[in-house]
T-cell receptor, first 110, second 115 residues
Framework: GESVGLHLPTLSVQEGDNSIINCAYSNSASDYFIWYKQESGKGPQFIIDIRSNMDKRQGQRVTVLLNKTVKHLSLQIAATQPGDSAVYFC?????????FGAGTQVVVTP | DAGVIQSPRHEVTEMGQEVTLRCKPISGHNSLFWYRQTMMRGLELLIY????????DSGMPEDRFSAKMPNASFSTLKIQPSEPRDSAVYFCASSLMQGPGNTIYFGEGSWLTVV
C-alpha cells in the first residue's frame, strides 16, 4: 500500500537573506529548549539553546526567541548561506528528556 | 574530542534476524538516549539511561526491542526478531545531566534496512 510520510514544511530562502523558522511547543512545564540542524545522512547537530527564564539568546549568526505565553519558539539565521540548507528541529525538555518537533526543511537558493 | 560513536553505520538484514546496534557515548556523560527516526513518525525517543540505569523505556515499541547499558561507555539496542517496519535510522545520544536543561549530543546514526 501507499505509505504516507511526514510532510515537512519547507522554507525557501535566497542566499544572503535572513531566515526565520518557527516552532510551537506543547508542554507548558518544559524549561529548556534546543534547536538542532540535521543535514542529509547525518545526526542532529546542536545549534543553540535557551532556558525558560530567558526570552532571547544570540549565537553566531543565530538568534533564538522564546515566547512562553503562546508557547512559541523561533530561530533566526542571519545572512543565510548554502551550508545552512538542512532540516531544523526544535526540541523541548523537562529534566533531560527531549521531545522533538516535526522539523522544517530549509532550502537556500543562490 | 570524539563524539558519540555508533556502529554499524549501515545494516541490511533479513526479516526475523537479530540486529544489534552499538553506541559509545561521549566520555564523562552520564545520560544516554536511543532515538529512532522515520519519515512516518519523525524522531522518537525509545529509551534513556542515567548512570547506566534505564529511566524511561516507554518509547520502546514492543518486546522485540531491548536496550542495555552494562557500563558508562557502552550501550546496545537489540531487535529480535527484526521486521521490515523496523527499518529506520537509529540514533544514540548522550549528555551530562546535572539538572534541568542539558544539551544532548547525537551520533551519526545506524541506518537499518530489514527486507
Amino acid at each position: 500500500g501507499e505509505s504516507v510520510g511526514l510532510h515537512l514544511p519547507t522554507l525557501s530562502v535566497q542566499e544572503g537573506d535572513n531566515s526565520i523558522i518557527n516552532c510551537a511547543y506543547s508542554n507548558s512545564a518544559s524549561d529548556y529548549f534546543i534547536w538542532y540542524k540535521q543535514e542529509s545522512g547525518k545526526g542532529p547537530q546542536f545549534i543553540i539553546d535557551i532556558r525558560s527564564n530567558m526570552d532571547k539568546r544570540q549565537g553566531q549568526r543565530v538568534t533564538v526567541l522564546l515566547n512562553k505565553t503562546v508557547k512559541h519558539l523561533s530561530l533566526q539565521i542571519a545572512a543565510t548561506q548554502p551550508g545552512d540548507s538542512a532540516v531544523y528541529f526544535c526540541a523541548e525538555s523537562s529534566w533531560g528528556k527531549l521531545q522533538f518537533g516535526a522539523g522544517t526543511q530549509v532550502v537556500v537558493t543562490p | 574530542d570524539a563524539g558519540v560513536i555508533q556502529s554499524p553505520r549501515h545494516e541490511v538484514t533479513e526479516m526475523g534476524q537479530e540486529v544489534t546496534l552499538r553506541c559509545k557515548p561521549i566520555s564523562g556523560h552520564n545520560s544516554l538516549f536511543w532515538y529512532r527516526q522515520t519519515m512516518m513518525r519523525g524522531l522518537e525517543l525509545l529509551i534513556y539511561f542515567n548512570n547506566n540505569v534505564p529511566i524511561d523505556d516507554s518509547g520502546m515499541p514492543e518486546d522485540r526491542f531491548s536496550a542495555k547499558m552494562p557500563n558508562a561507555s557502552f550501550s546496545t539496542l537489540k531487535i529480535q526478531p527484526s521486521e521490515p517496519r523496523d527499518s529506520a535510522v537509529y540514533f544514540c545520544a548522550s549528555s551530562l545531566m546535572q539538572g534541568p536543561g542539558n544539551t544532548i549530543y547525537f551520533g551519526e546514526g545506524s541506518w537499518l534496512t530489514v527486507v
